[in-house]
């Protein structure tokens, strides 16, 4: 076994795809250039354990596989305890370890410092105990597509392939963040889907522009109130679905999957707003809450973000602007899940000249992203400016803050430390 071993997870930015990871659908994602690090190494003791500490935080914790560990919802050892149990669980038990923690990412800033941690103390574990040299590990997961599918699994507790699931960290989400932090590349957005689990294209962010990155400081929780109103949405999906499959003798496995069946293999090209033919799914869904959800699923994962790759890989930024300004939209009316502080940050950006802006990630808080020249002048002031917008509005928390950022390097084993 390894002695050591260190992983750099990136954060992510949900370019457009709200929500539509958990119903198989599509979306536009990439890594930026912050994230969380996680050094392992093996020390004495018995199997199953380990020691962990952040520099977020103060004070060590002992973890154990087998023992509930007695910290609140949503503490960042919860998310290192679920993963010891679920690698355990799987792949036999992991050696003693002691993991030390390091992040220049926002936490809880919508740009999934939960799933970076997750993920690479996953990956820092498996690589101390060499499981990705067994053919436990590599006949499940063969690439990075489906490391990033298996690191979800992780997190929602979901069986994945012949890797049983066990209790997540209690939230239903999808594939999303940990595809932007594993299956892409350096400088690229990943056009992907989750039905089947797949990476279509990747296409680069227009030379000259970067995005800014406003956190909001209404932290992106996904415990107590606001994990019940996170997890309602997958819920819903999860009806709509399941009353799809009842009402047509099918089987399929998402909601993309029923949309494939009635508008056909190829979904490559963007459908319209109004397309007829998913109106039978459409109809099963009573009008409120879940015709929300549904249509807000149709419309981004079949009509935005095939659009906006398109414009994308066009270099047509106007194009590109209006499926993102339609999609903020939505997020409003249908998903429901925006903060007073968020649509501020929207419309602020907007003002100041933004090419496009849009919230991204759980909702309920959050962040928000600002496509925006990149020289550091351009960028640094319009950061400036926008947070001072923000703050002279007097609602902005103590926490808000903005960062410059484009399309960064995905999650990486790298050379431990010596010493």
Not at 30 to 42: L, S
Not at 74 to 79: L, S, V
Request: hydrophobic fraction near 45%; glycine fraction near 12%; aromatic fraction near 6%.
């Amino acid at each position: 076994m390894s002695g050591a071993a260190r992983w750099t997870m990136p954060g992510r930015i949900e370019v457009l795809g709200k929500h539509t990871d958990y119903g198989g659908g599509r979306v536009l994602v990439c890594a930026v250039d912050r994230g969380v690090t996680v050094h392992a190494e093996r020390v004495d003791g018995p199997t199953g354990t380990l020691r962990a500490s952040t520099d977020a935080y103060p004070g060590t914790l002992r973890l154990a596989a087998g023992t509930a560990p007695d910290l609140p919802p949503g503490h960042w050892g919860r998310y290192v305890h679920t993963v010891i149990e679920r690698l355990g669980a799987n792949f036999g038990p992991l050696p003693a370890a002691r993991l030390t923690i390091t992040s220049d990412l926002p936490p809880a800033s919508g740009m999934s410092s939960s799933s970076a941690l997750l993920t690479g103390t996953a990956l820092a574990l498996a690589d101390l105990a060499d499981l990705p040299a067994t053919e436990a590990w590599t006949s499940q997961i063969p690439d990075r597509v489906a490391l990033a599918g298996y690191a979800a699994s992780i997190e929602n507790g979901k069986t994945f392939g012949a890797l049983a699931g066990r209790p997540g960290v209690g939230t239903s989400g999808g594939s999303l963040d940990h595809t932007g932090m594993l299956a892409g590349h350096d400088g690229m957005i990943s056009y992907a889907e989750f039905d089947p689990m797949q990476i279509l294209d990747q296409v680069a962010l227009p030379e000259g522009w970067s995005f800014v990155v406003a956190v909001s400081g209404v932290l992106a929780e996904k415990t107590g109130a606001a994990q019940a109103s996170y997890n309602r949405g997958p819920a819903l999906l999860g009806q709509i679905l399941a009353r799809w499959n009842r009402e047509t003798g099918r089987a399929d496995d998402s909601l993309q999957g029923a949309l494939r069946s009635l508008v056909g293999e190829d979904l490559a090209a963007p459908l319209a707003e109004d397309e007829i033919r998913w109106e039978p799914l459409r109809r099963l869904a009573p009008e409120g809450a879940e015709r929300d959800r549904l249509d807000q699923f149709l419309l981004e994962s079949a009509v935005l973000v095939p659009r906006a790759h398109r414009a994308l890989r066009g270099g047509d930024l106007d194009a590109f602007a209006a499926a993102v300004d339609v999609s903020q939209r939505l997020a409003e009316t249908h998903l429901g899940n925006q903060v007073p502080e968020t649509i501020a940050l929207v419309r602020h950006a907007t003002a100041l000249g933004a090419r496009a802006a849009s919230s991204f990630g759980a909702g309920f808080g959050g962040s928000v992203w600002a496509l925006v020249p990149s020289a550091d002048a351009d960028a640094d002031a319009f950061a400036a400016d926008w947070m001072d917008r923000y703050r002279a509005a007097g609602t902005a928390p103590g926490g808000a803050s903005a960062l410059v950022t484009r399309p960064g390097a995905p999650g990486r084993r790298v050379d431990p430390v010596a010493g």
